[in-house]
Each structure stands twice: as C-alpha cells, then as structure tokens.
C-alpha cells in the first residue's frame, strides 16, 4: 500500500456533520416503478459465472436513443445494453496470467467524454489489479486498454491473489486531465490515478496520492469502535461518485456511511451521515464467518443500512441537484441534496411493476437528468441482486431502468434536464 498524502496524515478528522433532517415516525417509503429490465445474469460455470454489480450510462452525441448502458458482471465480464435492455455486446473478463492466479472480475464501472479524442467506459479489474478502457464509438465498445498498465495497490501477483485490489471507481477530469479514483478491497484506502494516452491510441495510468479513510471510531461515551469484519479486513469502500462541476468525491464506506472530501484527496475527508450500525460492537465467528452484533448504543443514523453502497448525482442547473446512495439493508435508496450540507430530502424503492421485479440489494446505480429515448426527464439505472424469478441453487442479478420523473414526483424533487450534461 502506498503512504497516504502528507496533508491527510496531518489534517485527517472524522466530522460529523448534524441537521440532517430524519423521516417522521411512521413515514412510509414510497415505491416507484421501473420500466425495463436486462436478462438475468446467472453466477456459475453455465451462465459464465456472471454476477451482476455496477452500471454507467453513455450518452450518444447525435442520437440519444442509441445510448446504451454499460455493466459489470465481474468473472461475467462487461456488458452493453441498448435502452430497451437488450444485450448489445460482451466482453470477456481477461484470463488468469497463470494456473494458480486470479481470473479477471470486474467491479464497477464509470464513464467519461473526449479523453485523447474518445469517449471510454473504465472498469476496475479486481482479480488483476488493473483498470481497464474500452473507447465507445457510436455505441460500440473497444478494448483499449495498455497491455503494460501497472498494479493499482500490489507489487506482485502474489499479492493481487491476496484480492487486497482495486474495487470501487469514480472518474473526475479537471483543467489538469482526467483521473480515476479507486478504492482498495478490504481495506479503508481510496488512490487518485492519472489517465494517460500512450502509444497506438491505448489508455494507461499513473498513482497520483492516496489517502486511508479511518477503521475505528471514537464514540460519544469515549470507547472505541470498529466495524466487525473478518480477521485482516477493515471496513472497505466501494460506491463512489464525483461531483463534477465542484470536484468533490463521496464515497460509501460500506459499514460506516457516507464521506465527502476533495476529488484530488487533498483536504480532510468529512463524514456526512452515517449507517444506522454505526457504533454496535459485533462478534466475529469464523466458523459461521458472520458477525454476532451487540446492544445499539444509539449513535448510528437514520438513513442508511448497511451495507452503504451505490453513489450516482442527479445534476440541476445553478448547482442545484441530488446526490442518491442505495442503503442496500433495507433496499431503499437516500437522497440528499447535493448543495453544501447534503441535507437528507427522503428514500424510495424500486418496486414490481408490469411484470418486472422489484430491486433488492443494489451494489451500483446511475442516474442521468439528459433525456434519452422514453426516458425524457432522465434515467435511473439500478443493480437488482435478487432478480426474479428465482432459479434453485443459481444466483440471479440483473439491471433494472426507472424514469427520473417517477423519483421525483414521489419525492418533491425537481425534473431539470438543463442541468450539467457530462459530454460538456
């Protein structure tokens, strides 16, 4: 692991931010229809050990109806759908380098525009260690990936089958260039990586600086507390999301809550809610290799049930907008305004509709306010890891689509398709 920035090492403090607006006693949780969904994804040898975890949209720049949204299927590989949910295109996830070492698995993925003259879906290749890019030409995919591109946190592949990898990702391009930041498996780090054009139009990268978020917590009453993990494993980040127009990051830390800190990971990160857990002290059995949980003390918060996962911004005009976290214990998704403050504004679930099974679960999510295709006020794409029906003895996941303006009108939001477009 690389060192964490000097100035983190000097200014790093847990801030809890207060006001944050708690739902009224006996407030039910609205539910909103989605409208397509993938095929189902089956995780064993027959269905290609496809688990489904991330997605990203791209959006056409002459035609929206041909956007297509991409998803990671970890050893499934990497998925394109049209905005019908329909399978476009498949990559394999690259082979084990040896006998004994990991196969590639890919995590989460995220989209950027004009880096080098192309648009590219990055994806965090877990089993390998690597990012990988694919230049998306009118909806089409190609690998474009360095074969020389470097470890993201190991220095051997001894160490990457340890599976201390890359895990989750956001994309951030400033005036300086663009960049990935990626979170490490297991472990409480998140590292800034520099996006590269090299030779024969392939994309590579280079470490920036890295911070580590805390593992443990002072609590009011003076004890300490840490998230109940397997032995050697700390309390890991994996939904991730820039915003881009004010260049901070939030990123879920999956059993403590949310954190907001600059893109460039130069300033303190700040805790701006947390998972209703926080605080209760757990009891790790290694023969069940679950954790016992102990009294509440009462410090979590009121939003969030871990695991916090899934990041995604509805972007407004003048700033406004709408930062969205799936709380993956309950299956509802938190919305906060994405303002200084992020002042919770309320949660909804992804229900059955029309034939279509609710979302249950979600690691990953993605919502646009650009009109595409039927999905005029904005798209809203969201893991499902209990697709139905059900299958005996097969894992079955899938994405399921939503209309923004369903969200919105069950929420008291606003439709604002004049908000930042991520092709500016």
């Known amino acids: 692991m690389r060192p964490a920035h000097p100035l983190l090492l000097a200014a790093l403090s847990v801030v809890l931010l207060s006001g944050l607006a708690a739902p009224a006693a006996g407030q039910s949780i609205p539910s909103i229809q989605p409208k397509v969904e993938t095929p189902a994804l089956f995780d064993d040898e027959a269905g290609g050990n496809a688990n489904g975890d991330d997605p990203a949209i791209w959006v056409h720049p002459g035609d929206d109806e041909d956007s297509v949204v991409v998803t990671t299927a970890?050893?499934?590989?990497?998925?394109?759908?049209?905005?019908?949910?329909?399978?476009?295109?498949?990559?394999?996830?690259?082979?084990a380098p040896g006998p004994d070492d990991e196969n590639g698995?890919?995590?989460?993925?995220?989209?950027?525009?004009?880096?080098?003259?192309k648009d590219l879906a990055v994806v965090t290749d877990r089993g390998r260690d690597h990012l990988r890019f694919y230049a998306i030409h009118d909806g089409h995919l190609t690998d474009v990936t360095d074969p020389a591109v470097p470890f993201l946190f190991n220095t051997t592949q001894e160490q990457v089958n340890d599976q201390e990898t890359g895990y989750g990702l956001a994309l951030w391009k400033d005036a300086t260039g663009t960049y990935a930041l990626?979170?490490?498996?297991?472990?409480?780090?998140?590292?800034?990586?520099?996006?590269?054009?090299?030779?024969?139009?392939?994309?590579?990268?280079?470490?920036?600086?890295?911070?580590?978020?805390?593992?443990?917590?002072?609590?009011?009453?003076?004890t300490s507390w840490t998230p109940c993990m397997e032995p050697d494993e700390l309390?890991?980040?994996?939904?991730?999301?820039?915003?881009?127009?004010?260049?901070?990051?939030?990123?879920?830390?999956?059993?403590?809550?949310?954190?907001?800190?600059?893109?460039?990971?130069?300033?303190?990160?700040?805790?701006?809610?947390?998972?209703?857990?926080f605080g209760v002290p757990g009891t790790y059995?290694?023969?069940?290799?679950?954790?016992?949980?102990?009294?509440?003390?009462?410090?979590?918060?009121?939003?969030?049930?871990?695991?916090?996962e899934g990041l995604t911004i509805y972007y407004r005009a003048n700033g406004r907008g709408y930062l969205l976290a799936s709380s993956q214990g309950d299956n509802t998704f938190a919305v906060y305004r994405r303002e200084s403050g992020n002042a919770y504004l309320g949660q909804f679930r992804v229900g059955a509709d029309n034939g279509i099974d609710s979302v249950e679960h979600s690691d990953g999510s993605m919502v646009l306010n650009v009109p595409l295709g039927?999905?005029?006020?904005?798209?809203?794409?969201?893991?499902?890891?209990?697709?139905?029906?059900?299958?005996?003895d097969r894992e079955n996941t899938n994405f399921k689509y939503a209309e923004w303006d369903d969200i919105a009108d069950e929420l008291d939001l606003d439709v604002d398709t004049d908000g930042w477009d991520p092709r500016d």
Request: charged share 25%; with cysteine; hydrophobic share 35%.
């Open 285 to 308: 059995d290694p023969e069940t290799e679950e954790c016992t949980p102990g009294a509440d003390p009462g410090y979590g918060g009121s939003h969030l049930s871990a695991d916090a």
């Open 182 to 222: 990626v979170s490490r498996r297991h472990k409480t780090s998140v590292a800034l990586f520099k996006l590269q054009a090299t030779a024969g139009g392939k994309v590579g990268y280079q470490h920036v600086r890295s911070i580590d978020l805390p593992a443990s917590f002072t609590l009011p009453n003076g």
């Open 74 to 95: 970890k050893e499934g590989g990497l998925n394109v759908y049209d905005l019908d949910g329909d399978l476009t295109q498949h990559f394999d996830a690259p082979p």
């Open 105 to 117: 698995r890919f995590n989460n993925v995220d989209v950027t525009y004009g880096f080098a003259g």
């Open 374 to 392: 039927e999905f005029e006020s904005g798209l809203f794409v969201a893991h499902d890891g209990a697709n139905t029906p059900e299958v005996p």
């Open 235 to 277: 309390a890991q980040v994996e939904g991730m999301v820039v915003d881009q127009q004010r260049d901070v990051l939030y990123a879920a830390q999956e059993d403590v809550g949310i954190w907001r800190v600059r893109a460039d990971l130069t300033t303190a990160p700040v805790l701006i809610d947390k998972v209703k857990e």
